[in-house]
């Protein structure tokens, strides 16, 4: 029998096509033989419209199915395809599932909770990103998210700070970088975690690409939890395709007064879970069970080797946000630069970060509050 | 019978000679021509060579004396000047000075000694 | 023909102008040769005003050579020697062999200040000559120790002198103290501000290049200009090297050991901040050599200018090419840096809104790469107060700038005890080896670095940085050892505390 795996990647290729014209194909008894001869009256019993009918040939003729798996081979990615068993069944119930799926990295993913949020988030959106990836590491879960700039890439990094796994749904090709800058963190994912694309090798930044992989996202996820986000963005297109698929959605209430906390806001007034404790949340998900984990916790770590004044200083910052140097030296009575060496050891172990230009905050989530 | 203006012209010179001595001036020559042109006074004073060019004009005239010695009748002036030092072997300083008279319908005389003409403008 | 000496600039050095004079019978024409720009060909008329009023007369061809023929010289001091060797051609007056004269001349014969008097005394130390310059040079003169000066005010007085019918009196050196600058803006006219004024401190005392990030209106500009006021003075050799520059881009001393400060705008041209143009004069950064150059908005730089920067502040000294040959300034400089955090200016503002869309701000964050941020050694946030916060900082006048000097100045001794005998003036100078040999890291400060610095993903510079850094908070503390406070405090100053 001749492999559909082929036939999936052939059509895959052209980045277009869903599920939809593999049922189809089954509908009206064309095999993959007919499909990787990429003629015309496949492609309209298909439902191709002419350009793209045009554009699969080529890209059979080529033999692109081939060379992308030489390729994938080659560079140590799986190609899943639909048919394949491998193939995530939370996705398989999307009527618009993709046909194949590009993975580098591990797979399959453990406990995956998707994380998401705006590209031009606050400085306390990151934190609170930074603090969830942590949160969801700590409890031996993977999160998931776009490898996008703002909220994605702090969640991201979050989770590998503490050790976790994470993986990041693209928009590109599995070998292309984007946005330019995320080299790095990208080399971090593949090391920690995976990434998983539907779209071929070579496949650049465009932004019809980018929706679509939010389905993904919002499939594979076994909940969601949004960040920041104004009305019109992609992480809301993501929160409300979870919902669509039955997916726990939690949203993180913002300033009622700024554009990133409209989208959560509203999400929350339309049924959505506020998310109001990291440790509380992280907690619920892992249904109360503290997974065993190798290295300490960011908890145990807290109590070790903290001197008084950077205790002191971490209790001020508990208090209030947004304290200048001036405030805490007032506060604490210690010299600016007593206060200076304190606030250095403390954001190297990230349990506070500068949240404005001279101004710190305690990290969310680090300590059960009294 | 000569014509007006050359008589008036000699007897300008004839007044800047005496105008000259008059300042200390040793007058050794007048109207010494040689192939590159006229001097009209050539005197001494102290250590000095002087060549003297003499212009008269009656008032009423267009241009005043000064004005009528252009760069032309300057390089003429050097070019006539130099071949009379080298001629004689003058080894010592030399300038060239302008005399500038004016006769009114009275017949006064205004005279204006203009000193070292070239002043270091000249080049060699 | 009679020959005597001046000078000529090449950037800050004096090199040795002989002007030979010869005068002969013919028409009057003065000619100068050697190359001569254009205030020095002027010279024929000032020089033979100034003679004229001495009663001399200057007829007959004049021929003055200004040896060697192949360097260019170059402005108005070159009119006394000139003038001199003509007067002893005139057979008015001998002039003493071998020595250096100076001094541009006005019509009536009065000397006036030139540029280069300082370099002029070097040289004439070196060569163990007489210098003869204008009075209003003296000043200057005096500051240099070995060298046997004259100051004369005119024409006049310089010939009697050599007539033999007076006498100079010799300029006396002087050891210049450390004056009062009254500072503007004094530390005291700042409220709260501790960060930044702690910061400035640790900067000053070790003269650490310094990155001000703040929103408009929080105070960074004010911060920067009061760091002048606590600048340590500086010791005899960093003077003699300011004076050095000073005299060759002519301007006069202004007493006191204060370092300079200067402002450059983002709309300068190159050659005026870093030299070199038509008369090859120094540029900011070499007038602001063992001072502070500030670059207030420095994202509003060019790419072109800042990358001209680099080699200077790398190397302590810029090289500015002619044809004639390529002349040396020097240029160490404490560099301060300011901008704003993102494009707006308001990003992590406690009341404002920033209004930058994300791929605004990484753009902008990508201005704030490339070589000369890379020599910056403390980052500083600089919040912007809010009327209450003011309020709660409290009605005691903040410390005064004097106050802070003072102890900067302790720090900057320690460091010149320490380092002196390897040739280096300041902690942030230092190289690679002597900071891993000699800088007097505690045992305890060497387990916590080394424990914290891989999470930090601090690199090989990064570390060497905070080194530093830390070398100067001990000096301020008084201390011979780093401690693990002073290590800790220092890696608050690095790269990475930015908000991102």
Redesign the interface.
């Known amino acids: 029998m001749t492999s559909s795996r082929p036939a999936l990647i052939l059509l895959n290729g052209l980045t277009t096509l869903d599920a939809r014209v593999w049922e189809r194909s089954r509908e009206r008894d064309i095999s993959p033989d007919d499909i990787l001869r990429g003629d015309g009256k496949t492609c309209t019993a298909l439902g191709i419209p002419e350009a793209s009918a045009r554009a699969l040939a080529e890209l059979a003729a080529s033999g692109f199915h081939e060379t992308e798996q030489e390729r994938a081979d080659r560079e140590n990615v799986r190609i899943v395809t639909y048919d394949d068993t491998a193939y995530p069944d939370a996705l398989r119930s999307l009527s618009d599932a993709p046909l194949a799926l590009y993975i580098a990295g591990k797979w399959p993913l453990c406990a995956p909770t998707a994380v998401v949020g705006t ?5 306390y959106g ?1 934190a609170v990103g930074m603090a969830l990836g942590r949160a969801i590491a700590q409890i031996g879960g993977t999160v998931l998210s776009g490898g996008a ?2 909220i994605d890439a702090s969640a991201h990094e979050g989770c590998l700070d503490a050790g976790g796994a994470t993986a990041a749904v693209l928009g590109t090709g599995p070998d292309v970088v984007y ?3 995320h080299e790095r963190l990208y080399r971090r994912i593949l090391e920690g975690g995976g990434v998983i694309t539907e779209y071929p090798f070579g496949t650049g930044p465009k932004t019809w690409l980018f929706p679509r992989r939010n389905r993904i996202i919002a499939g594979l996820a076994e909940r969601l939890a949004v960040v920041e986000a104004p009305m019109k963005s992609g992480a809301m297109i993501t929160a409300r395709l979870a919902l669509e698929y039955g997916r726990d959605v939690w949203a993180v209430p913002g300033r009622i007064d ?1 554009e990133c906390g409209r989208g959560t806001n509203r999400l929350i007034a339309d049924g959505a879970i506020p998310l109001v404790d990291i440790g509380e949340f992280a907690s619920i998900i892992s249904n109360g069970q503290l997974s065993l984990f190798s290295e300490p916790s960011a908890r145990e770590a807290i109590s070790n080797g903290m001197t008084d004044e950077e205790e002191k200083i971490l209790h001020i910052l508990e208090k209030n946000v ?1 304290q ?4 805490i ?2 506060e604490g009575t210690m010299t ?10 403390l ?3 990230s349990l506070i ?7 710190w905050s305690a990290a969310p989530g680090i300590r059960k509050q009294p | 019978m000569t014509a007006p203006h050359l008589e008036l012209g000699r007897r300008g010179e004839d007044e800047a000679a005496v105008l000259l001595s008059r300042q200390g001036f040793r007058v050794l020559g007048r109207n010494i021509r040689n192939r590159c042109g006229e001097i009209d006074i050539l005197a001494m004073d102290g250590d000095e060579l002087v060549v003297v060019e003499v212009r008269v004009r009656s008032i009423g005239e267009l241009m005043s004396p000064e004005d009528s010695v252009g760069p032309k009748k300057i390089r003429k002036l050097v070019r006539a000047g130099t071949l009379l030092v080298e001629s004689k072997n003058w080894q010592g300083p030399w300038r060239i000075d302008l005399i500038a008279m004016t006769v009114d319908r009275k017949g006064e005389w205004n005279v204006e000694h203009f000193r070292d003409i070239t002043d270091g403008a000249w080049r060699p | 023909m009679s020959s005597v000496h001046g000078i000529t600039l090449r950037g800050i050095e004096a090199v040795r102008v002989e002007t030979e004079v010869e005068i002969t019978g013919g028409l009057f024409s003065m000619s100068i040769v050697g190359l001569p720009d254009a205030a020095v060909r002027e010279s024929r008329e000032r020089v033979r005003a100034a003679l004229r009023t001495e009663g001399l007369q200057i007829r007959g061809r004049v021929a003055i050579n200004l040896a060697p023929a192949d360097l260019p010289k170059e402005g108005a001091l070159l009119d006394l020697p000139i003038a001199l060797g003509l007067a002893a051609a005139l057979g008015a007056v001998s002039v003493p062999e071998g020595a250096l004269f100076l001094g541009e001349l006005s019509l009536d014969g009065r000397l006036r200040r030139v540029r280069g008097a300082v370099p002029a005394a070097i040289l004439a130390r070196k060569l163990g000559v007489s210098l003869y310059v204008p009075e209003e040079n003296a000043r200057e003169v005096s500051l240099v120790s070995g060298v046997r000066a004259y100051a004369v005010p005119d024409l006049a007085t310089l010939l009697a002198a050599f007539r033999g019918a007076s006498v100079l009196s010799p300029v006396e050196p002087v050891a210049p103290e450390d004056e009062d600058v009254r500072p503007d803006p004094d530390f005291s006219d700042i409220r709260g501000q501790a960060s930044a004024r702690r910061a400035l401190e640790i900067a000053a005392a070790g003269h650490h290049n310094v990155l001000l990030v703040g929103s408009p209106g929080s105070g960074k500009t004010m911060l920067a200009r009061a760091l002048r006021g606590i600048l340590p003075p500086l010791s005899d050799a960093e003077l003699l090297e300011t004076l050095l520059v000073q005299s060759s881009a002519g301007s006069p001393y202004a007493g006191g050991r204060a370092r300079s400060f200067r402002a450059v705008h983002h709309t300068a041209s190159t050659v005026s901040v870093c030299g070199g143009g038509h008369s090859v004069s120094p540029g900011e950064v070499t007038l602001a050599h063992r001072g502070v150059l500030f670059l207030d908005e420095f994202t509003e730089f060019r790419r072109d200018l800042l990358e001209a920067l680099r080699q200077p502040l790398e190397d302590g000294q810029i090289t500015v090419s002619r044809a004639a040959g390529s002349v040396q300034f020097p240029s160490r400089v404490l560099l301060v840096a300011a901008c704003n955090p993102c494009p707006c200016g308001w990003y992590g503002d406690p009341v404002e809104r920033c209004s930058c869309s994300a791929s605004d701000v990484d753009r902008y964050r990508r201005k704030l790469s490339g070589p000369i941020i890379d020599r910056i050694d403390m980052y500083v946030s600089v919040p912007r107060l809010l009327p209450e916060e003011l309020m709660s900082v409290g009605d005691t006048t903040p410390e005064d700038s004097a106050s802070i000097r003072a102890r900067v100045r302790k720090a900057r001794e320690a460091q010149l005890l320490r380092w002196e005998p390897s040739g280096f003036h300041c902690n942030a100078e230092l190289p690679e080896r002597l900071l891993r040999k000699s800088i007097g890291l505690s045992a305890e400060a060497r387990a916590f670095l080394s424990g914290i610095a891989g999470s930090l993903r601090l690199s090989g510079r990064g570390i060497s940085r905070v080194l530093k850094v830390a070398r100067s908070i001990a000096d301020l503390a008084g201390s011979p050892d780093i401690s693990r406070a002073h290590a800790a405090e220092a890696l608050a100053y690095r790269k990475g505390g930015l908000p991102v």
């Open positions: 590209r031009k988030c606050s400085s990151r700039l703002g946005p330019r800058g700024e947004h200048t140097v001036d405030n030296a007032a600016a630069a007593d206060v200076l060496s304190g606030l250095a050891v954001a190297a172990r970060y500068q949240s404005g230009p001279g101004r």
